[in-house]
């Protein structure tokens, strides 16, 4: 996601799709003038030269005739009475889309690294504060935050993925040797990496814990197939191949179904689509670990690791239909989550951990064993991330439906691109509850708290008398727009990760882009995520700046000497600013590695 992406369009038929892709091959400015010829074709400013060298000017070739492609349609050969109506439908959808791409253009030129950006809002300052502070001569990433030296499987994918945005082989391949030695005792493929790895009692460095942590192996693979493509390396390519397999083996559980083998025959490569289930999560379902999350009466999922356009683009990547059904299945159970919310009258906030029964069914925080209601019932540290997730996958989703059926995104979406996008819309706008917080208080909760619901108690739940009673750190307030149970403050990595996720509500409410802008977005930016969620956005425009600004400003006002060593609060700011500045996905989710968007990133 970055500012430049953001002059794609939507899903609409095209006009000449072989002479746009003839163009790509030619020079940037034989692209421009063959898409502004073909922008002829439609009276719309959104196809005026000035923009579209815009467009050119700040993102890639493929990014413009996505554009065009997008933005033009045919004049029709129909020769019947209603042809008339179909045009006027669609100049008025083309303008709608042209109105939308505008205001969100206006959101997103704030991040636009240029001589003017703080260095606390550039990628690639944290990045090199990252490899000085955190990381040592031999690749490994340090965490040192609990008064321990200890490196972890997400540390060290984590710093593969930010290498791989900053162009950054030498240290990539240094943080990947360190891990395969010392996290895999040399047979990474052959088996998952530990998770965690450091001194014990005795003074002896070795592995701590050998569970795997499922989001790392995710955040691994996805790095090494796109690492393989960037640095044209099969070595990486092939060891995510191994790995990916490894983890669907070992990492996973069906539920609500009684034949895995029969899951298996039907999941096919040609169906992303996913049914709105508000009851239950049938299928594939990613656990959190090998070992340690599944109960005699549930199973224990993290929200977090439910990276969707990440899920999506291993579906491209492997070719194994099995992640499409992951990526079902996450959709499911946040549907539910959101279901729960609405019900509560609340706007969404996302829990760092959640409990299923062996059908699917989302459980309460009184359904769940006692000894788990405390991590089902808040959002802190892991959920942080969660918000950004969504957010990504919302704005990977808005890719032209054109662009996907001609690519290798077809084996992945196919013709369900429109569902996909409004999952994502839909997903987005139901939690909007930390987004809220944000704009009343200024700063981000460092809790959240679920809503609890009287429901059926199953024989192992807590009695009554031991069931969580309501938080009362705000008053016990609930109301349509702030979550009941905000307390804390978040430190600058949770104000750094929740850019992309403030951007995109930004643009959807309407509100001021920024103060540098001097312009209001407009609310038509709001359009496809209030329609997919079917319910009305706050009309917030011109009451307030946007929140992302503010938090922007947030993190440059910091002393950046305070969290210089944190491993954690670095972390977190890299996924926000990167996520901005250098990360575009193709439409099935597998990340562009294309020169020109990854410089975004330096």
Not at 526 to 555: E, S, T
Request: hydrophobic share 40%; net charge negative; glycine share 8%.
């Amino acid at each position: 996601m970055r500012a430049a992406a953001v002059l794609k369009m939507g899903s609409l038929s095209v006009c000449s799709v072989p002479y746009l892709q003839a163009e790509l091959k030619k020079s940037a400015a034989a692209v421009l003038k063959g898409a502004a010829a073909v922008c002829k074709t439609v009276s719309l400013s959104m196809c005026s030269v000035p923009l579209l060298r815009k467009g050119l000017k700040m993102g890639s070739v493929s990014v413009l005739l996505a554009l065009a492609l997008s933005a033009c349609s045919p004049a029709s050969d129909s020769g019947n009475g209603d042809s008339g109506n179909a045009d006027s439908e669609r100049a008025a959808s083309l303008q709608a889309s042209s109105e939308q791409a505008e205001a969100r253009s206006q959101v997103f030129s704030q991040f636009a690294v240029n001589e003017n950006t703080p260095s606390a809002l550039r990628f690639n300052w944290h990045y090199q504060r990252f490899l000085e502070h955190l990381v040592n001569e031999s690749g490994r990433v340090i965490d040192s935050g609990d008064g321990y030296s200890i490196s972890t499987s997400e540390g060290q994918a984590y710093g593969m993925w930010f290498a791989l945005l900053a162009q950054d082989q030498g240290h990539f391949e240094l943080m990947l040797t360190w891990a395969d030695n010392n996290l895999a005792e040399g047979a990474l493929g052959d088996r998952l990496p530990a998770w965690l790895w450091g001194e014990d009692e005795d003074g002896r460095w070795h592995i701590l814990d050998d569970n795997p942590a499922s989001d790392a192996d995710i955040w691994m693979i996805y790095a090494l197939y796109a690492a393989a493509e960037r640095w044209q390396t099969p070595r990486y390519a092939a060891m995510a191949e191994r790995l990916s397999r490894r983890l669907l083996d070992t990492t996973t559980i069906v539920l609500g179904v009684d034949n895995t083998n029969d899951l298996a025959a039907d999941a096919t490569l040609n169906d992303a689509s996913v049914e709105d289930n508000s009851e239950h999560a049938q299928g594939l379902v990613l656990l959190p670990a090998p070992y340690g999350f599944t109960h005699e009466n549930y199973i224990m999922v993290n929200p977090s690791y439910f990276n969707l356009v990440q899920i999506r683009g291993l579906a491209s990547y492997s070719g194994d239909a099995r992640w499409l059904e992951i990526y079902r299945t996450s959709v499911q159970i946040m549907q539910q989550l959101g279901n729960e919310m609405q019900a509560a009258q609340l706007e969404g906030m996302i829990p760092d951990w959640l409990t299923l029964d062996y059908n699917g069914r989302l459980l309460s925080v009184w359904e769940t064993g006692r000894e788990h209601q405390d991590d089902v019932r808040y959002g802190e540290y892991d959920a942080i991330r969660a918000y950004t997730w969504l957010a990504q996958e919302a704005y990977a989703a808005e890719s032209p439906a054109e662009s996907v059926a001609g690519s290798v995104a077809g084996r992945a979406a196919g013709n369900d691109a429109a569902n996909v996008a409004e999952n994502a819309a839909a997903l987005l706008n139901a939690f909007r509850g930390m987004y809220d917080v944000v704009a009343e208080q200024g700063y981000p909760a460092e809790r959240l708290s679920r809503p609890l619901r009287a429901a059926p108690q199953p024989a192992t739940a807590p009695r009554p008398e031991t069931a969580p009673q309501p938080d009362e750190s705000r008053g016990n307030r609930t109301s349509s727009n702030i979550i009941d149970g905000a307390s804390g403050r978040g430190n600058i990595g949770f104000s750094g990760v929740l850019l992309p996720y403030f951007a995109m509500l930004d643009a959807a409410a309407g509100v001021n882009a920024s103060n540098a802008a001097g312009a209001n977005a407009s609310n038509a930016a709001g359009a496809q995520i209030k329609n997919a969620a079917g319910v009305n956005l706050r009309d917030a425009a011109g009451a307030r700046n946007a929140v992302a600004a503010d938090q922007m400003a947030r993190i440059v006002s910091a002393n950046p000497n305070d969290y210089r060593d944190n491993y954690y609060t670095q972390m977190l700011l890299m996924f926000g600013l990167s996520a901005l500045q250098c990360n575009e996905f193709h439409p099935d989710g597998r990340l562009v590695v294309s020169q020109e968007v990854l410089n975004g990133c330096n």
